[in-house]
Structures are given as structure tokens and as C-alpha cells.
């Protein structure tokens, strides 16, 4: 009926500007440097995709549709992520940071092993992303629970 009180609930209240929670620009940077990373493992998987249709060597043929299933899943992992840490959600703060951590221990070792813009290409943004993931902001802005509506 028109007249009940859980009409009120079902429609959205308006929430004036002073009041809504702005998205601080770390979070922005970090949830881009995040999707990055997604996009670089989406294009290694395309590569490797390629290569293993045309027909490069592998020691074994399901081994190299595992890696390349890995290699997608990981991506969507992270694509998904970096969408909800945009959003403001608390789990992918732990989720970036673990992925930083992968992307630190594959960059030293490419970085030391004559690959130096490749390590560098892997060390600089996962360096920026652990730093704001740790800045104040981002973890103020970034605690919403999963059925929580968006900080107010």
C-alpha cells in the first residue's frame, strides 16, 4: 500500500553533497595501479594463448592450459578488486596487498637478472601500491562491509 512505512525504505533517500563520502584520489590511484596489474596479466594470457595455438614447444599440453586458465582467473581476480576497493569495500585491501607482495617477489629477481626496465616496470607501481594501501585515507575510505550501503 502506498501509505506503509516500508515504502520509505525501499526508496532511496537523497543525500545532500556535504554529506556523501568523497573517494580521496590514493584510492583512485591505487585501485588504477591495480587494474594495471589485471591488464598486464590479461595480455600475458593473450601471448601465451597465441603461443600455445601456434604451436610452441611445451612439455605438456594441460600443464600449459593450467597456466593459462591460472593466468585468466588471477585476472578477473584482480580486475575484480580493483573495482571494489574503487568502490569502497574492505576485503580488497587484503587482496591488493597480496598481489603487491607477488608482483614485489617476481620484480626483484627480474630487476637483478639483467631484465631492468621489466623489473622496474613490476617494482615502481607495486611499491606505490603497498605505500597507499597503508595511507590513512584509503583504509578510512575503504571499510565498507560487504552488505553495508556506502560510507555516509
Do not use: C
Amino acid at each position: 500500500m502506498p501509505g506503509d512505512a516500508d515504502d520509505s525504505v525501499a526508496s532511496p533517500r537523497p543525500v545532500s553533497p556535504e554529506v556523501r563520502a568523497t573517494r580521496p584520489p590514493p584510492v583512485t590511484v591505487l585501485s588504477l595501479i591495480v587494474a594495471a596489474e589485471a591488464t598486464a596479466l590479461l595480455a600475458a594470457a593473450g601471448w601465451y594463448a597465441i603461443q600455445l595455438i601456434t604451436g610452441a614447444p611445451v612439455l605438456s599440453f594441460w600443464g600449459a592450459v593450467f597456466t593459462l586458465a591460472l593466468l585468466l582467473s588471477f585476472s578477473a581476480w584482480l580486475y575484480a578488486v580493483a573495482y571494489f576497493l574503487f568502490r569502497g569495500f574492505r576485503w580488497p585491501r587484503a587482496g591488493a596487498l597480496v598481489a603487491q607482495l607477488f608482483v614485489l617477489t617476481i620484480g626483484f629477481p627480474t630487476l637483478t637478472g639483467g631484465y631492468t626496465a621489466a623489473g622496474f616496470a613490476m617494482l615502481v607501481p607495486a611499491v606505490i601500491a603497498v605505500v597507499l594501501l597503508f595511507n590513512k585515507r584509503v583504509i578510512s575510505f575503504a571499510s565498507r562491509a560487504g552488505g553495508a550501503p556506502p560510507a555516509l
